[in-house]
């Protein structure tokens, strides 16, 4: 392991702020390899949190945290700040099964003043906290950190719009990661951006609107000046306009920049911007030169990078939807494409290739992408939103109000369903067959494997009424999902495995991803497997007939429990007075944690061996 012997003396912000300032470069140079390091062993957010170093130091140098409230947006950039505030030696159980968490979580330190993992929520947060302490008489620095892309969410410009009124001592930074570094970005640029922070500038602006005052077209016209003068320097304008003092750009991999401008800015009264320019992956020229390939990695050796796997891996349910995409875009010309700025993670890289002019990435903006495509489905296209379980609950006013309303068919993919491993309950897809299910003229569709998940998707395509696909992250059972565009009858599911029938028989009602544990337990217990693929329509004949063969009735699905696919079985049993007695099986009552995703199934009981032990023990009462 590399020595880092600067590193290792700062245990926390206070040691940080206790080094000369001359030797603050030498640990951002440390800070950065370490992170290269630590995770190319674990895996975990790369590119992002390279960019984000020196900015990282320079707020932990400059304010007294965590008395000053730091607030990261989505939270891919918060490993130096984890580092730096006390959790160097754990950074080795990043995103493991009771160790760090991959995002900032408040129970899990003191500097973690906000948990996050969705994006464009840090300058609401933020905003609370200014003016909490601003009632409660705290003199205390608040500052919310921001990606470009969490900039195009309509709720941090709601944030910006309340914040420039509310008289708040609160710090924006916009870390702008997704253009190079242009000449502005330069000596004259550092030279204003001191210049507009310092108190000097503010004094003097605040002597002038004092005496101009007395007259106030005066003060107007003197106001109009500044503005356009610092309109033509610096691209604030639109920040100025929402009532804050802009700042920017900077160099944000630049300490001579940084520091004296965050330290000017500490000392402002009133909202301030400042707005950086940073370069993802900066120091590892692998990240530079591919910050989406290493957005996320898994284990690589530093020196190398990431290499492409030995053998083909088993098809996910990404690809196959991305394969589908393309393959019924062709047959369907009024398919369209939309995301919210999840173009790789959905797999819809070939599409926006081959038909960029049925591709639209909204940003990251849920709400308005559930929206465009109820305005495209009026028009008469057939928009496909791909989206992840866990995001769609942003959009979730905008599924019932705008599509399922007006009965509007947008076909709903929906990846990331059920837990999702190491990233954690920011992103676990638990709740979406609850919140979908309950919703007037949606199907909702749960393929048990990767042949089934395309066809499903064809089906969705001949509805006239809002569908939903729902399929987990990674691969399933290994079926080959096929070239054709083949459907499925609706609400209609099927007997996988055919088991004892009669007394002291069982048969388990399985719903997407839980289909293969399902026939682990059936294997054992003879019992029969029924693959119910629709949660609604949910297949009352298929209930009704295996409630009539069986003593037992187990359902299975990797969803939250309440108002899961187990209550719409409890339902129809209801319904049709049947008195065999039904165990569900799902998620509890809870948020579950990160970890292993075969990990964290075994402990919640969702693996072949737990339905087993689930049976056993309500068979034995």
């Avoid at 951002?28 to 190319?40: G, I």
């Avoid at 599924?399 to 309303?405: Q, Y």
């Amino acid at each position: 392991m590399t020595d880092f012997p600067l590193l290792s003396t700062v245990n926390s912000p206070a040691d940080l702020r206790c080094l000369e300032r001359r030797d603050v470069p030498q640990l951002t140079d440390e800070l950065r390899a370490f992170l290269v390091e630590s995770v190319s062993r674990t895996g975990g957010h790369f590119s992002s949190n390279l960019g984000t170093v020196e900015l990282t130091v320079a707020l932990h140098y400059v304010f007294n945290t965590p008395e000053d409230r730091l607030v990261w947006d989505v939270g891919h950039q918060c490993y130096a700040h984890k580092i730096l505030t006390g959790r160097r030696a754990e950074m080795s159980t990043l995103r493991m099964h009771d160790g760090l968490s991959g995002f900032p979580k408040r129970s899990e330190s003191a500097y973690d003043t906000f948990g996050v993992g969705h994006s464009s929520t840090s300058i609401s947060a933020a905003l609370g906290m200014a003016l909490a302490a601003k009632q409660k008489g705290e003199d205390r620095k608040v500052v919310a950190i921001i990606g470009d892309g969490a900039m195009s969410a309509g709720m941090a410009f709601e944030a910006l719009n309340n914040a420039g009124v509310a008289d708040a001592n609160l710090l924006v930074v916009l870390n702008d990661n997704d253009m190079s570094i242009s000449p502005p970005v330069g000596a004259l640029n550092k030279y204003l951006a001191r210049l507009f922070s310092g108190r000097t500038f503010n004094a003097a602006r605040r002597a002038g609107e004092k005496v101009l005052g007395v007259a106030p077209p005066l003060l107007e016209f003197a106001n109009r000046v500044e503005e356009h003068v610092k309109g033509m320097l610096t691209p604030g304008t639109l920040f100025e306009e929402f009532g804050f003092n802009y700042i920017g750009p900077i160099d944000g991999h630049d300490l001579d920049s940084l520091i004296p401008t965050l330290q000017n800015l500490r000392d402002l009264k009133g909202p301030q911007f400042l707005h950086i320019i940073t370069k993802k992956g900066q120091g590892y020229k692998q990240a530079e030169a591919d910050p989406i390939l290493y957005h996320g990695v898994g284990k690589f050796q530093p020196d190398i990078g990431i290499e492409p796997p030995a053998a083909a891996p088993k098809l996910t349910y990404t690809q196959v939807f991305g394969d589908w995409l393309c393959d019924m875009a062709a047959a369907e010309p009024r398919l369209v494409g939309v995301t919210p700025a999840m173009r790789e993670g959905s797999g819809m890289v070939r599409f926006a290739e081959q038909y960029a002019d049925r591709y639209y990435d909204v940003g990251i903006a849920e709400q308005h992408a559930v929206t465009f495509a109820a305005g495209l489905a009026c028009e008469g296209l057939k928009p496909v939103v791909a989206i992840y379980s866990t995001f769609l609950q942003r959009g979730y006013d905008q599924l019932v109000h705008d599509v399922a309303l007006q009965n509007l068919p947008v076909v709903f993919a929906i990846d990331r369903g059920g837990l999702v491993g190491a990233d954690g309950p920011t992103h676990h897809g638990t709740f979406d067959i609850s919140f979908l299910t309950c919703i007037p003229n949606m199907v909702v569709m749960t393929p048990g494997d990767e042949a089934e998940c395309r066809k499903l998707l064809s089906t969705a395509m001949t509805l006239d009424c809002p569908s939903a696909v729902r399929y987990p992250r990674g691969s399933g059972m290994g079926t080959a999902p096929g070239t054709d565009l083949a459907t499925l009858p609706i609400g209609k599911g099927e007997v996988r495995r055919q088991g004892k029938t009669g007394d002291n028989s069982i048969a388990l009602l399985a719903f997407g991803s839980m289909l293969a544990p399902a026939l682990a337990a059936g294997e054992v217990l003879d019992a029969t497997v029924a693959n119910m693929r629709f949660v609604k329509p949910i297949d009352r004949e298929l209930i009704k007939q295996l409630a009539g063969e069986h003593s037992l009735l187990v359902s299975v699905e990797e969803n939250a429990l309440i108002g899961g696919a187990g209550s719409e079985v409890a339902r129809v049993l209801e319904e049709i007075g049947s008195a065999t007695p039904l165990l569900r099986l799902g998620l509890p009552d809870r948020f579950i944690d990160h970890g292993d995703h075969a990990r964290l199934l075994s402990e919640l009981g969702l693996d072949g061996d737990g339905i087993i032990r689930s049976i056993q023990a309500r068979q034995a009462v």
